[in-house]
Structure formats: C-alpha cells, structure tokens
Nanobody
Framework: VQLQAFGGGLVQAGGSLRLSCAAS????????LGWFRQAPGKERTFVAA????????FYEDSVKGRFAISRDNAKNTLYLQMNSLKLEDTAVYYC????????????????WGQGTLVTVSS
C-alpha cells in the first residue's frame, strides 16, 4: 500500500485546514485508516481513526469537536478536516492504514504515508 498525505500548510490559530491522504496498492475498502501527528521533539501520537465503512470514528480527546475524519471509498482517499486550530496542533501529520481492525495504537498500523506539515501561528 502506498499512502500520500497532502494539504498541510501554515494557518493562523482559529483557522481551518483539510488534509487528504490518497491510497493505492490495495483495495481501499479493506483498510481501516488513521491519522497520527508528531510535534517537534515528541513522539508520534494518535489523532483519529475510521473504520472500513466509515461508520465508526475515534478521536484523541484534545481534537474531539474540532477535527473530523472521513473517507471516500470511491476515490480511495482519507480526509482530516481540522477546525479551530490551536498552536499545539502544530505537527507533521501522518496517515496510516491497517488490514486489521480500526485502531488507535501506532503499532497496529502496517502502512504509513510520508507526512504533511501543519503549522499553526498566533
């Protein structure tokens, strides 16, 4: 599976950004998907996950109500809509895929994109 994340950039605090992740190489609907992020000097942590059908979603507490994960199985694309961005959301965001169950642990994902940088400024 190849994953390519894009859509990052510089945004002011309180603004919005939508990340996308295009997948190829495996049947998209067989994959559970997730977003993780890694801030400078910190470990990569879970942000959001979505089931194969899109019917179930999971979020890290600090992004609940601000971020929304979604997928378009016809376009083989995963999304992360980020609203009300805060300075602490600054990080490299990675999309990830697993042929297993929907997961929040980094170790559960077999496939990773290259990351896209999101910088939130004051």
């Amino acid at each position: 599976v190849q994953l390519q994340a894009f859509g990052g950039g510089l945004v002011q605090a309180g603004g919005s950004l939508r990340l996308s992740c295009a997948a190829s190489g495996l049947t998209f609907i067989t994959l559970a998907l997730g977003w993780f992020r890694q801030a400078p000097g910190k470990e990569r942590t879970f942000v959001a996950a979505i089931s194969r059908s899109g019917g179930s979603t999971f979020y890290e507490d600090s992004v609940k109500g601000r971020f929304a994960i979604s997928r378009d199985n016809a376009k083989n694309t995963l999304y992360l809509q980020m609203n009300s961005l805060k300075l602490e959301d600054t990080a490299v965001y990675y999309c990830a895929a697993t042929q297993g169950l929907t997961a929040t642990r980094r170790s559960s994902y077999e496939y990773w994109g290259q990351g896209t940088l999101v910088t939130v400024s004051s």
